[in-house]
């Protein structure tokens, strides 16, 4: 390191990248420093992937239960307590904050719990106004919430406050159409709460295969979920203990609770990074290059805060592949192509590659798609359908798309997207013996296109 610096890597953001690039850092032999002003995990860990995931599973026992009973089980539902399940889930979410602290700790990494801003390219200033230079900074600061500029809307909740409420909510209005405001109308609807959603669009999950999005909505409206589409708030009032809703059709509603699940935006604010000659894109997310390096050649940036594909795991690549570039000396661009995602709606819906909206925009394709009733919800008396879908090159045979509606969809999409990332073909899957009785085996047993 050179003698002109405290460090050789300052990270800014403790979240699953920041805190994956500080180790991999310090192991490489990086005098690495990192500063955090909130809980150490960041979105993922303290209030999203994490504690949204055991929301699913305790969302899932009221379905469980009564599946049970079909099978021949003598059970009983006790009801839901909210505060007995918050009071184990903030409890795994300190435990696991603590292995945060521990990774930074066992690798040498000097830890500071605070704000912390640029100065000018090699220097950050701490919110006690101590100032700190390194040879290298990197800002991993992730995104945050944002509510829209609605009469009313401080009124509201975000998904931040939805792991803290003191009661869960019997009337709840979700405004938003994406995975989260999606996530959550099942989530709660599960644990017992009446779920009236908002959205302003003709379809909810914007961006994902028009046909898997639609059997979603299906599937949400026969759970109970209220979802009303084409529809939009024009503002919010509380009265009563609760909260009078106006929709922009003149209807009024009351909802115990309100909460806009309507976007994030990245988390630049008040760092001085114009000043500094960082560039930003039109939602202040920092623009990049394929090796996460800023306009400004001493700091990088990865995760969420850039705006390219905001995934957790994505965020952690981009932390280990700036490592790899700037201290060992192996150049690695990121690869954003081919990410596979899961929605845990329910049922889930795990996605990788094109949809078949997007793959005849470049070329003919070949559909391959089923719909059925899984055998142990069907057994169950459910009447809870399932869909899969191929999205097919009809010049290469190439699978382009996977798309898949259905219980562990989130467990099957993982293992199907290995295949369409190393560019797997449908004779390839039809060759492929199934495995049953299971659902996946639909993947490699549909065998005509639509």
């Not at 002003?37 to 303290?46: L, N, P, Q, S």
């Not at 995931?53 to 049970?68: P, Q």
């Not at 908002?198 to 909810?204: A, D, K, L, T």
């Not at 094109?354 to 003919?364: C, G, I, T, V, W």
Request: glycine share 10%.
């Amino acid at each position: 390191m050179s003698n002109s610096f405290d460090y050789d890597l300052f990270v800014i953001g403790g979240g699953s990248g920041g805190v994956r690039a500080a180790r991999m850092a310090a192991q490489s032999g990086a005098k690495t420093a990192l500063a955090e002003e909130d809980r150490y995990g960041g979105t993922c860990v303290i209030r999203g992937c994490v504690p949204k995931k055991l929301m699913v599973y305790a969302s899932e026992y009221s379905s469980t239960i009564g599946d049970a009973k079909a099978y021949g089980w003598k059970v009983q539902a006790g009801g839901f307590s909210w505060n007995e399940f918050k009071g184990k889930l903030h409890s795994e979410l300190d435990r696991l904050e603590g292995i945060y602290r521990s990774v930074l700790k066992d690798n040498g990494v000097e830890c500071h719990d605070t704000r912390a801003r640029l100065m000018d390219p090699h220097t950050v200033e701490l919110a006690d106004g101590a100032t700190k230079t390194a040879k290298h900074i990197l800002i991993a600061t992730g995104g945050t919430p944002v509510k829209p500029n609605t009469p009313g809307a401080e009124c509201a909740i975000t998904s931040n406050e939805i792991f803290h409420l003191r009661e869960l909510p019997k009337s709840l209005l979700i405004i938003g159409g994406g995975y989260i405001a999606c996530e959550f109308a099942c989530i709660l609807g599960g644990l017992g709460a009446n779920v009236t959603q908002y959205y302003r669009g003709e379809r909810i999950l914007r961006g994902f295969d028009v046909e898997a999005r639609d059997v979603i909505s299906r599937e949400m409206i026969r759970s109970g979920i209220d979802l009303n589409l084409d529809t939009n708030i024009s503002g919010i009032e509380p009265k009563n203990g609760g909260h009078h809703v106006t929709a922009e059709d003149g209807t009024v509603r009351m909802f115990e609770q309100v909460m806009f699940a309507t976007g994030r935006s990245p988390n630049s604010g008040d760092m001085n990074l114009r000043k500094t000659g960082v560039k930003l894109g039109t939602r202040g997310e920092i623009i990049t290059d394929d090796y996460s390096q800023t306009s400004v050649p001493s700091i990088y940036a990865i995760g969420d805060v850039t705006n390219r594909v905001n995934l957790t795991p994505v965020a952690i690549r981009e932390g280990m592949a700036f490592v790899q570039t700037v201290f060992e000396g192996r150049p690695t661009p990121v690869d954003h192509d081919l990410v596979a995602t899961a929605v845990f709606t329910r049922p889930e819906f795990g996605s990788v590659g094109l949809s078949e909206e997007d793959a005849r925009k470049n070329e003919a394709v070949d559909i391959y798609r089923t719909t059925f009733k899984p055998m142990q919800q069907g057994f169950a008396g459910r009447e809870e359908m399932a869909f899969m879908k191929l999205v097919v090159s009809r010049s290469t045979n190439r699978v382009l798309g996977c798309h898949i509606v259905a219980p562990g969809a989130g467990e099957m999409i993982q293992l199907a997207a290995i295949a369409v990332k190393m560019g797997a073909t449908k004779n390839d899957f039809d060759r492929t013996c199934a495995v049953h009785p299971t659902m996946s085996e639909e993947l490699v047993t549909m065998k005509d296109p639509s």
